[in-house]
C-alpha cells in the first residue's frame, strides 16, 4: 500500500499548532525555495530554526549542523534535502523526539515516512508548507483550524 498524507483538515491543524519549525537543509541564498519558505514562514509568526552543515546565521536565525544540536523542542522538522538523505533526516528526528515530519515537494521517500509514522509522527510527504499555509489562509473555513 502506498503511502498515504494526512488529509486536508489535517494538514491544516498541524499548521495551525506549530510554533517552532526545524528546516533542513535551509540554503542561506535567496534563490534557493528553501530559503523563501522558510522566510514566509517566519514572517507569518514561526520560529524558524535552520539545520545545515557549517553553522552561521540564516534568516537571523542560528544554524545548528544537525537536529541533535538544536537545544530545545521544535515541532516540525521540514526536509530539505535529496530523497536519498530522507531516512537518515527520520532517524535524527526520532532521536531527537520530533513530533512531526513535513517532505517538501519532490522530497520522496514513502519507507522511511512511513517508518516516521509507525513510530508516531505526524508526516507529510511531497507537499509545500508555504503552499498549504496559504490555502489555509485563503479559506475562511479553514482559518478556524489555526492561531496564526
Given at each position: ?21 526545524a ?7 535567496p534563490?534557493r ?17 535552520p ?10 536565525e ?6 541533535a ?6 515541532d516540525l522538522?521540514d526536509?530539505?534535502r535529496?530523497?536519498?538523505f ?19 515537494e519532490?522530497?520522496?521517500?514513502e519507507?522511511?515516512?512511513?517508518r ?8 507529510v510527504?511531497?507537499?509545500c508548507i508555504?503552499?498549504?499555509h ?5 479559506d475562511p ?8
Amino acid at each position: 500500500m502506498a503511502f498515504q498524507n494526512p488529509a486536508p483538515h489535517e494538514m491544516h491543524q498541524l499548521i495551525g499548532r506549530l510554533k517552532t519549525i526545524a528546516v533542513v537543509g535551509l540554503s542561506p541564498d535567496p534563490d534557493r525555495p528553501s530559503y523563501s519558505v522558510a522566510m514566509y514562514m517566519q514572517s507569518h509568526g514561526y520560529r524558524i530554526v535552520p539545520v545545515r552543515p557549517g553553522g552561521g546565521t540564516v534568516l537571523g536565525e542560528t544554524a545548528y549542523d544537525k537536529l541533535a544540536d538544536i537545544p530545545f523542542a521544535v515541532d516540525l522538522v521540514d526536509v530539505f534535502r535529496a530523497s536519498r538523505f530522507v531516512a537518515a533526516h527520520v532517524d535524527e528526528a526520532l532521536a531527537v523526539g520530533a513530533p512531526a515530519l513535513w517532505l517538501q515537494e519532490g522530497v520522496i521517500d514513502e519507507a522511511a515516512a512511513q517508518r516516521a509514522r509507525d513510530a508516531g509522527l505526524t508526516v507529510v510527504m511531497d507537499r509545500c508548507i508555504l503552499k498549504e499555509h496559504r490555502k489555509l489562509h485563503s479559506d475562511p473555513s479553514l482559518r478556524a483550524l489555526t492561531q496564526k
